[in-house]
Structure formats: structure tokens, C-alpha cells
């Protein structure tokens, strides 16, 4: 209801007051069928999970209203970013968890498979590329919703680097179907 009737509410208020709309979106708008790499901006997209569907359903809803009503939308697909921030429970959490873990435990018990390569940015990339989108002028824009990228790595390459500092780290894999899948 957030993501879709929340997004509306958001969307026609703006459309009355001529408000600027960003909305942040995600790698989860992809699916099974998306190209995995140099993905463009504009392709297939057919999440698998409700999530994913309700940012699809934020992107093409931006483009309507401003392809209908003018309005200025502006989106970015974040891949997963990793901050200091405790992990949500997100598939690309684990990146974040993986650090507390090896802090706080010495061990980490992945839910993805040790070779599960996904794309990940830091927050200060992220968020520069808020205030970039934000600051350019519309008429430069070439579409309403872009993808952001900053690097991408597997956990049993995020556990190497980090057995460098912490040589006793460990990590185990009790991997998820579910996460796995996504």
C-alpha cells in the first residue's frame, strides 16, 4: 500500500502543486529474464516479488504522470548499498550483516551461495546520485528513470577481504531458497 497508494497520493499532490517527485527504486524491478550485465536502463523487467512489482509499478506511474500531466519525475534503481545502517532483512543485506557479524561474532551464516555475485554501491555514492539527479536540468534528462551502479562482488569475496583484518573470520552457508532465487 506504500509503495503503490502511498506513491499515487504522493504523485497527484505533486501534480497539483507542481512539486518535483523523486522516488527511489531498485535492482528487485529486475527479474530472471533481465540482463545481468552493463543492464540497461530501459529493459526487461519482471520481478518475482511484490517488491519488486510495486517499484515497476512507481517507475511506469512517474513516466505516465509526467508524460500525461508534465510533471517532473525522477527516479534511480539503487543496487544494494551498504552503509552503517543495520541490515532490514533485504537480499542484498547480507553485505551489510557480514560486517556485524565479524565484529560482534567472528562468523557469518550466509543465506546466499558463496559465488551469488549482485551489485552493490556504497551510501555516499548513493547519495550523491540523489543530489546529481536532483540537480540536473530536466531538460537534459533522457528518461525518468536510471540505473545506478558502483561494484559488485560475491560473499565468499566480501569474506576474503575481510579474513585481511580479521584472520579468524569465518562464514558458513545455510543458503535460503527463497533469497537464493531472487
Known sequence: RINCQGLQNVLEVSKQ??????????IGAFGPTTPRQNTPDITIQR??????????????????????????FRSLRFPGV???????GGTTDYAIKIFYDALARG???????????????FEEDCLRSVVEVLEAPEEQLTRRTYNVAGMSFTPDE???EIRKVIPSFEIEYDVCPIRQRI
Open 107 to 121: 562468523k557469518h551464516v550466509c543465506y546466499l551461495r558463496p559465488d551469488t555475485r549482485l551489485p552493490m554501491m
Open 82 to 88: 551498504i552503509s552503517a545502517t543495520k541490515p532490514g
Open 17 to 26: 502543486h507542481a512539486v518535483r517527485v523523486f522516488v527511489p527504486s531498485t
Open 158 to 160: 566480501i569474506a576474503a
Open 47 to 72: 520481478p518475482r516479488t511484490i517488491y519488486g512489482v510495486s517499484k515497476v509499478h512507481a517507475e511506469l506511474l512517474g513516466e505516465y504522470m509526467h508524460e500525461k500531466f508534465d510533471l517532473d
